[in-house]
């Protein structure tokens, strides 16, 4: 069974940073490629950024309020997608789910965790 | 990239069919077959409910199906239950491996 676990969440203070982790399973992680999605308290889904496969050339990319501080990584070796979040702002405050992006079903977010959640307050 | 227009909201009585809308423009919904829709109850992770615009994943029942016409993609659920009440998000792709959301309708079953 395809399996992602997020983790890294918690409280945070404006300026700082934090690291997020997504853990994979039941699935050949390295050819997936895998994108965050957040959703703020009350609010809708936002997608954040996309890490490609190494094969397709591991690139990224992100929305525009979170480019130059977020950075989405991957670990083939640990099965496990990072995305670590710098300079971190009080409207980042949301829950962040990963995902894989067309692993079945093409261009599509088709398999989600259960997400992590991130408050950045003083 | 802005997000698409949805609903804010929007009912039927069970057994009813409901229709919601999912505007955007012509770099996203209107020049790509890439629009997807999520459904999320309250505390749950999104469920990935309809890909490509109009097709079904796996174990998705036939009451949900969605449609597009130029710039505007469409969810339509016939047969309504009490199970469908949850908020609903289109997603489309918007070129150059990038995706926008809608900003979420909510579904009332009366």
């Known amino acids: 069974e395809m399996q992602l676990v997020e983790s890294g969440g918690g409280l945070v203070k404006p300026g700082g940073s934090l690291r997020l982790s997504c853990a994979a399973s039941?699935?050949?992680?390295?050819?997936?490629?895998m994108t965050w999605v957040r959703q703020a308290p009350g609010k809708g889904l936002e997608w954040v950024g996309r890490?490609?496969?190494?094969?397709?050339?591991?690139?990224?990319d992100y929305t525009a309020p979170v480019k130059g501080r977020f950075t989405i990584s991957r670990d083939d070796s640990k099965n496990t997608v990072y995305m670590q979040m710098n300079s971190l702002k009080t409207e980042d405050t949301a829950v962040y789910y990963c995902?894989?992006?067309?692993?079945?079903?093409?261009?599509?977010?088709?398999?989600w965790g259960q997400g992590t959640l991130v408050t950045v307050s003083s | 990239q802005s997000a698409l227009t949805q609903p804010r909201s929007v009912s039927g009585s069970p057994g009813q069919s409901v229709t919601i809308s999912c505007t955007g423009t012509?770099?996203?919904?209107?020049?790509?077959?890439?629009v997807s829709w999520y459904q999320q109850h309250p505390g749950k992770a999104p469920k990935f409910m309809i890909y490509d615009v109009s097709k079904r994943p796996s174990g998705v029942p036939d009451r949900f199906s969605g449609s597009k016409s130029g710039n505007t993609a469409s969810l339509t659920i016939s047969g309504l239950q009490a199970e469908d009440e949850a908020d609903y998000y289109c997603c489309s792709y918007a070129g150059s491996y990038t995706w926008v959301f809608g900003g979420g309708t909510k579904l009332t079953v009366l």
């Open positions: 995902t894989t992006v067309g692993y079945s079903y093409s261009l599509n977010f088709d398999y």
């Open positions: 890490i490609k496969s190494k094969t397709d050339g591991g690139t990224t």
């Open positions: 012509s770099s996203n919904v209107g020049g790509y077959n890439y």
């Open positions: 039941g699935f050949t992680f390295s050819n997936a490629w």
